[in-house]
């Protein structure tokens, strides 16, 4: 018995010290993706720099689908619906925030606190690029909808790679093997969706909207390396990204 309650001591004390870690690595993870997405920095230096072929391709890509846009208008309602209502920021957001109070009934509390990070921390960091940035929104004549605020990154494209990702990392524990390739289908579809719809629509570059994805990524990347190094310094091992970030969700208690 004397040994038994050595061993639980020390397995808690080691937890504790794995979550404290992990909040650590959360925060430091968040501020770590505004700098360290290379090919994000990359792209930002291009557009800064006003790179010629990059300025060829962002303008060619605006004007012929600005010009479909403006030739199919039943066209340009669907997309229009899909950007300001389906993949709205607001909305996914909402979604998240939704899927996070869940987590937190089921007791998921680490896995909440990284679903909560990983969506604050791209929608403050793609503000914050916007505003150092300062990229103005494509000019068209005749144009078929407007946005408010700077173009660079594509907050939409952004919001639809963080949100996506951890609906994704989250749920596929739960979801049977045999639909999980389906899941990830659908998340990276809308995911290139919103981007599409963006450009086509004329209120971003297509450029931005690269510049949303690889940011996105980068903020999801590192929060997901905060939350695997608390699994392996608390004994949980390592999870196959295929499986979920926790593939103990399915459990009545996923988290000691």
């Known amino acids: 018995m004397v040994v038994r309650a050595a061993v639980l001591r020390l397995r808690d004390r080691r937890r504790r010290a794995a979550d404290r870690r992990f909040g650590a690595r959360l925060l430091g993870a968040a501020l770590v993706a505004a700098v360290a997405a290379v090919p994000f920095a990359l792209l930002l230096v291009l557009v800064e720099g006003r790179w010629g072929p990059l300025r060829r391709l962002d303008t060619g890509a605006a004007r012929r689908l600005h010009h479909t846009a403006v030739t199919h208008p039943a066209w340009t309602d669907v997309l229009r619906f899909l950007s300001d209502w389906v993949w709205d920021p607001a909305v996914l957001r909402t979604v998240v925030a939704l899927l996070t109070l869940w987590l937190l009934y089921r007791r998921a509390w680490r896995l909440a606190a990284w679903s909560a ?3 604050v921390a791209g929608g403050l960091i793609g503000l914050l690029v916007k505003t150092v940035v300062e990229r103005a929104r494509p000019s068209l004549e005749d144009p078929v909808a407007h946005a408010p605020g700077f173009s660079f990154p594509s907050g939409h494209a952004m919001t639809a790679t963080t949100s996506f990702a951890v609906l994704l990392l989250v749920l596929l524990p739960l979801v049977p093997r045999a639909w999980r390739p389906l899941c990830w289908a659908f998340a990276v579809v809308s995911v290139l969706g919103v981007g599409f719809t963006r450009v086509a629509l004329g209120v971003h570059w297509f450029s931005d909207v690269v510049g949303g994805w690889l940011l996105g990524l980068a903020v999801v990347a590192l929060t997901a390396w905060a939350f695997e190094a ?3 310094e608390s004994g949980r091992g390592h999870s196959d990204v295929s ?8 459990d009545a208690h996923p988290e000691p």
């Open 230 to 232: 608390w699994r392996t």
């Open 117 to 119: 990070v990983t969506a």
């Open 243 to 250: 499986e979920g970030l926790e593939p103990e969700l399915v």
